[in-house]
């Protein structure tokens, strides 16, 4: 990894320790991901999409392939977002913001070792994530 990568990286990472001061968040992310069908229904949506290199990026051992606002909108879907972004009293579009930003980090993290994993308590995994 260069520097920037791992500069990038540690604020990143600092974010997530930030988001998971917020119960609110951390149940909301939840929900997005069960409401999604877990990881592998998230893949399946991205792939369905057009983004399947995108989450597979976040997924894999490499570097994280971003995602612009409008485009996690799209595969997510605006219920999906909107959910959320009532959740955490945000609009959608702040919401969409903060999940492109949040996400990628999010799945690298679910996934250390380049596999979803098989676990279907996702409040425990971000629970453990957002300990940072």
Do not use: C, H
């Not at 930030?18 to 998230?42: C, F, K, T, V």
């Not at 989450?55 to 909107?82: C, F, H, M, R, Y």
């Not at 596999?115 to 308590?121: E, F, L």
């Amino acid at each position: 990894m260069s520097f920037l990568s791992d500069l990038a990286q540690g604020a990143l990472e600092a974010v997530l320790k930030q988001a998971g001061q917020s119960p609110e968040l951390q149940s909301g992310l939840a929900e997005l991901l069960n409401r999604a069908g877990g990881l592998d229904g998230l893949s399946q949506k991205f792939q369905q999409g057009g983004l399947g290199s995108v989450i597979s990026s976040w997924i894999g051992t490499g570097a994280n392939e971003s995602i612009g606002a409008d485009q996690l909108k799209s595969v997510l879907g605006p219920e999906l977002v909107t959910g959320l972004a009532s959740k955490l009293g945000i609009d959608a579009d702040t919401a969409s913001n903060q999940l492109a930003s949040l996400l990628p980090v999010l799945i690298d993290k679910l996934t250390p070792d380049g596999q979803v994993p098989q676990s279907s308590d996702l409040s425990q995994a971000l629970s453990g994530i957002f300990k940072v």
